[in-house]
């Protein structure tokens, strides 16, 4: 069973691997919430307030510039992968090891060990990064308490290996329904096949050409696809109903307004009985122009890339704040049942902060 407190003196390996005891996955995150609230409530150089599962501790220094270090404490289900377990090759596996509690481990030590940062500093911990975009605790905390987001630049640790990774790709997810009547399928003549008439449908996604264009010098892939087809009845009915699932991930040069337009003109004509939008996040711009972009990177080192995928940058550019994601966890092993993180990245991740805030 995971402990009551965390110990902000670990080193950042260490405190990844307590965070990684701590379960919390999405809806479930309040003892690891109230942890993290009395650990941080102990450091007097901070002011903490909570809302919900948010909690969100800031430096009053009246510095020129405010950064945002931001991320989530809820993880996917368990999988059989907690407790955490460190093996001689230096990995830390575990459930959130890359996504994101390495992360967040970073943004602990960053506000335990750095009092009088450079620039002042908020650090937000929040929950329900995981589920359906509603319940995002980052977005309950926009809503309710904007003035506890202010700031000039946001890094979000989400998991890129070290590197910084600019923007981040919108999702939308609509349902495509196609009709048909039912009928026996000894007499299959007297009705029509709802399932073949999806067949425009998926013939339009085969032929698709995704856009790659590039953004502030970096070269996003879009991608548009079928993610999941239901139908039928039984196996002697004629199916009157059938429905795919189509996902598109775009660009951040599109606004989700025109997302959808393109969404619709491209299954213009295929017969689609009734079009439902089922989930939408919009992108983000780089915003890698940005002067406190230019020294973030100048500190961090290394080439910025594209992110594939949908963070919270996003909420942090509909708020007008330059955004970028730079974190130790792995992407590609998020949510894996072998999830884990190198432990040398977790300490490259925290050390490139620090100097970039006290330099």
């Not at 969100?56 to 377990?85: K, M």
Request: negative net charge; proline residues 5%.
């Amino acid at each position: 069973m995971a402990e009551s407190t965390l110990d902000l003196t670990l080193d950042g390996p260490a405190l990844t691997a307590a965070l990684v005891d701590f379960p919390s996955v999405s809806g479930e995150e309040k003892d690891l919430a109230d942890a993290i609230e009395a650990a941080l409530r102990a450091l007097p150089h901070l002011t903490v307030d909570r809302y919900g599962n948010n909690v969100v501790a800031r430096t009053g220094l009246g510095r020129a510039e405010r950064v945002i270090l931001a991320g989530h404490i809820d993880t996917v289900p368990i999988a059989d992968n907690v407790p955490s377990r460190l093996d001689a090759d230096g990995l830390l596996w575990g459930c959130g090891t890359s996504d994101m509690k390495s992360g967040v481990a970073v943004q602990l030590r960053i506000a335990a060990t750095v009092p009088e940062p450079n620039r002042d500093l908020t650090f937000v911990f929040y929950d329900n990064e995981e589920v359906a975009a509603h319940l995002n605790g980052l977005g309950h905390i926009a809503d309710a308490h904007p003035d506890w987001l202010k700031g000039d630049f946001a890094v979000l640790l989400e998991g890129s290996n070290g590197e910084v990774e600019g923007g981040c790709q919108g999702t939308l997810r609509v349902f495509l329904h196609l009709a048909g009547e039912r009928a026996h399928s000894a007499r299959s003549w007297m009705g029509s096949n709802a399932v073949h008439a999806a067949a425009p449908v998926l013939a339009r996604l085969a032929a698709y050409e995704p856009r790659r264009p590039v953004i502030d010098g970096l070269e996003y892939h879009e991608g548009l696809n079928a993610v999941r087809i239901e139908g039928g009845v039984a196996n002697n009915v004629i199916p009157d109903a059938c429905t795919v699932v189509v996902n598109y991930r775009y660009a951040p040069d599109l606004g989700q307004e025109e997302a959808l337009a393109h969404v619709r003109e491209v299954f213009d004509g295929c017969g689609v009985a009734e079009f439902t939008v089922d989930d939408h996040s919009g992108a983000a711009m780089p915003g890698l122009s940005h002067p406190a972009a230019k020294a973030f990177m100048d500190a961090v080192g290394g080439t910025a890339r594209p992110k594939f995928g949908w963070t919270d940058v996003a909420r942090f550019g509909s708020l007008g704040i330059p955004a970028v994601n730079y974190g130790p966890g792995d992407p590609i092993l998020a949510h894996k049942r072998d999830e884990h993180v190198k432990v040398e990245r977790i300490t490259h991740c925290e050390e490139r902060l620090r100097s970039w805030l006290t330099a």
